[in-house]
């Protein structure tokens, strides 16, 4: 694992040895912190799990409920008096009109898009690809008004294997 860090103005350490003992340090305290985390994981996939166990039946009951309200008010439509909702005591319900567009063949129907002249009802996403900008010359990408950054920025890993040995 490969850590980059920023500059920070701390004590100095005095040799390698003390940066070996500071990896050293680093690794163990990693581990721990891990071995936390996985825990701490492992407990809450069990409380979810509990959670959608003890759920589940509630869960099942609102769904059947939500069913029967659903059907009732469809059978009894002509009771709200030509209005899209009711309001009850508990509640509302109603019906709403809803309108999707849907598409079968999209590649067919982006080119009568474009044959008809309707290309506000096509989405275009154009984003710079840095990666690729980052393979040509320095004075290229400068011309079309990017630039690069270069800097050696500080990494460390830890020897994880060498790491259990000690342990």
């Given at each position: 694992?490969?850590?980059?860090?920023?500059?920070?103005?701390?004590?100095?350490?005095?040799?390698?040895?003390?940066?070996?003992?500071?990896?050293?340090?680093?690794?163990r305290?990693?581990?721990?912190?891990?071995?936390?985390?996985?825990?701490?994981?492992?407990?809450?996939?069990?409380?979810k799990?509990?959670?959608?166990?003890?759920?589940?039946?509630?869960?099942?009951?609102?769904?059947?409920?939500?069913?029967?309200v659903?059907?009732?008010?469809?059978?009894?439509?002509?009771?709200?008096?030509?209005?899209?909702?009711k309001?009850?005591?508990?509640?509302?319900?109603?019906?709403r009109?809803?309108t999707?567009?849907?598409?079968?063949?999209?590649?067919?129907?982006?080119?009568?898009?474009?044959?008809?002249?309707?290309?506000?009802?096509?989405?275009?996403?154009?984003?710079?690809?840095?990666?690729?900008?980052?393979?040509?010359?320095?004075?290229?990408?400068?011309?079309?008004?990017?630039?690069?950054?270069?800097?050696?920025?500080?990494?460390?890993?830890?020897?994880?294997?060498?790491?259990?040995?000690?342990?």
């Amino acid at each position: 694992m490969r850590k980059r860090m920023e500059e920070e103005k701390i004590r100095s350490l005095k040799d390698w040895v003390e940066v070996d003992d500071a990896l050293k340090e680093i690794g163990r305290l990693t581990l721990e912190i891990e071995g936390l985390e996985a825990r701490y994981n492992e407990k809450m996939m069990a409380m979810k799990e509990e959670l959608a166990g003890l759920a589940r039946p509630l869960m099942e009951r609102r769904e059947y409920l939500e069913l029967l309200v659903k059907d009732f008010a469809e059978r009894h439509r002509e009771d709200m008096d030509g209005r899209k909702s009711k309001v009850l005591n508990f509640g509302r319900l109603g019906f709403r009109q809803s309108t999707k567009v849907i598409l079968r063949n999209v590649k067919a129907i982006l080119a009568a898009l474009k044959a008809k002249g309707m290309t506000d009802c096509i989405i275009v996403k154009e984003e710079v690809s840095k990666d690729e900008l980052k393979k040509y010359d320095p004075t290229v990408i400068e011309s079309v008004g990017a630039r690069l950054k270069v800097e050696d920025v500080f990494w460390y890993e830890v020897n994880r294997d060498k790491l259990a040995e000690v342990s």
